[in-house]
């Protein structure tokens, strides 16, 4: 179940207590020193997984396998497996809250960074407004070179906001294939006339011919389920962006061995070399209507991303869907997608992105760079 994003830009933020100090004022607002507050604060283990299922539980509105699905995502202790780690703060005896991070490996303007992207931030109501959720924010950085939040909800927005140097939102674009369900949203009547229906589908057939008389030629694609662990992820090579080193056994786990999503993974060869990925996940709209979903992508050049789009479109017709749909932060995939047919939605203000660092300069620097999450970065359930 996807829990809801907040789709209002990062406002730039302000100046916060240092941690040790807003650590204090924590402690003391729940009746603690800051001593037993900081000793508190351990990586969850498997023995701890019981509790923090629970604790989702009370506070979450979902019936899924949590068990698995924690396992899947954080080490809970282990050798291998996960992402990263879970948090557990615990305060007399009680678990009272939760943070998890996925370690990151970025390469920027020839500089390699240990990051982490923090999620499923998760304290109890009557710890909310004590100010524990930014200590445990700023508990996490204070590990790392760098932190990153994608989406928010609304409990983490305002802490998002307050915290991190605001990124380029990540905006939806939707190529539709079938205008009825859009037509219904404004003018139900027009979308009752089965002719003009066909009539406006018709179009858009003729607009798809049109878009792939100028795809990419010389590429070659192929669905499927194992990558070569030798693998070499296609990967621009522009200075200017932030790279995530991300290899194809990160891949292979992130994105065909999540529990709770099945994908669909396609490769592109040119001359017999990857040269592109494509990650997508057949979903349905409030009305029960297929939609494909374009999770994540890899290439050399923007002439295979082009390739990799039209591909994903092509399915999705095929499959008789709605739409394909994908969000999108950087402005140079945003022109791609346009050429591939792709628009972008209306009154989308686009979902919360920030970056933050101990090192003003460093925050800064990668605040201006250019960033191109993508869905690989969210799971089903966001927190």
């Known amino acids: 179940m996807k829990t809801p994003d907040v789709r209002r830009s990062v406002?730039?933020?302000?100046?916060?207590?240092?941690?040790?100090?807003?650590?204090?004022?924590?402690?003391?607002?729940?009746?603690?020193?800051?001593?037993?507050?900081?000793?508190?604060?351990?990586?969850?283990?498997?023995?701890?997984?019981?509790?923090?299922?629970?604790?989702?539980?009370?506070?979450?509105?979902?019936?899924?396998?949590?068990?698995?699905?924690?396992?899947?995502?954080?080490?809970?202790?282990?050798?291998?497996?996960?992402?990263?780690?879970?948090?557990?703060?615990?305060?007399?005896?009680?678990?009272?809250?939760?943070?998890?991070?996925?370690?990151?490996?970025?390469?920027?303007?020839g500089q390699r960074l240990a990051g982490a992207q923090v999620m499923d931030l998760l304290v109890r109501p009557?710890?909310?407004?004590?100010?524990?959720?930014?200590?445990?924010?700023?508990?996490m950085l204070a590990r790392y070179d760098f932190t990153l939040a994608v989406g928010a909800n609304q409990n983490s927005a305002g802490i998002v906001r307050r915290m991190f140097e605001p990124l380029p939102s990540r905006l939806t674009f939707t190529h539709p294939l079938d205008l009825a369900p859009f037509v219904r949203r404004r003018w139900p009547a027009v979308a009752g006339l089965p002719l003009a229906m066909r009539v406006a589908n018709g179009g858009l057939a003729l607009r798809r011919l049109a878009l792939r008389r100028h795809r990419p030629r010389g590429l070659t694609l192929e669905n499927t389920?194992?990558?070569?662990?030798?693998?070499?992820?296609?990967?621009?090579?522009?200075?200017?962006?932030?790279?995530?080193?991300?290899?194809s056994s990160y891949l292979q786990q992130r994105l065909l061995g999540n529990p709770r999503r099945s994908l669909v993974m396609r490769v592109a060869r040119r001359d017999n070399k990857v040269v592109g990925l494509i990650a997508w996940a057949m979903e349905v709209d409030d009305k029960g209507?297929?939609?494909?979903?374009?999770?994540?992508?890899?290439?050399?050049?923007?002439?295979?991303?082009?390739?990799?789009?039209?591909?994903?479109?092509?399915?999705?017709?095929?499959r008789r869907c709605s739409c394909v749909?994908?969000?999108?932060?950087?402005?140079?995939?945003?022109?791609?997608?346009?050429?591939?047919?792709?628009?972008?939605?209306?009154?989308?203000?686009?979902?919360?992105?920030?970056?933050?660092?101990?090192?003003?300069?460093?925050?800064?620097?990668?605040?201006?760079?250019?960033?191109?999450?993508?869905?690989?970065?969210?799971?089903?359930?966001?927190?």
């Open 11 to 109: 406002a730039p933020a302000p100046r916060l207590p240092e941690h040790e100090k807003l650590g204090r004022l924590v402690a003391r607002s729940l009746g603690l020193d800051a001593t037993a507050l900081q000793l508190g604060l351990n990586p969850a283990l498997l023995a701890d997984l019981p509790e923090v299922i629970a604790l989702r539980r009370e506070h979450l509105n979902g019936s899924w396998d949590d068990d698995t699905y924690l396992r899947w995502r954080y080490r809970l202790g282990r050798a291998s497996g996960g992402f990263g780690d879970l948090w557990c703060l615990r305060a007399k005896g009680r678990l009272l809250a939760i943070i998890g991070v996925e370690e990151l490996r970025v390469e920027h303007d």
């Open 126 to 139: 009557e710890a909310q407004e004590s100010g524990l959720g930014i200590w445990l924010n700023q508990a």
């Open 225 to 247: 389920t194992r990558l070569d662990p030798a693998l070499a992820v296609p990967d621009t090579l522009d200075p200017a962006s932030v790279h995530l080193r991300r290899d």
């Open 289 to 318: 209507r297929p939609e494909l979903h374009v999770i994540d992508w890899h290439h050399d050049t923007e002439a295979t991303l082009l390739g990799l789009l039209h591909d994903a479109v092509r399915e999705a017709a095929a």
């Open 325 to 383: 749909r994908l969000n999108l932060q950087d402005s140079l995939t945003q022109r791609v997608a346009a050429r591939a047919g792709f628009l972008p939605s209306r009154d989308d203000a686009g979902r919360l992105c920030g970056v933050q660092s101990r090192d003003t300069a460093l925050a800064k620097r990668l605040a201006k760079a250019r960033w191109d999450l993508t869905d690989a970065s969210d799971d089903s359930d966001a927190l």
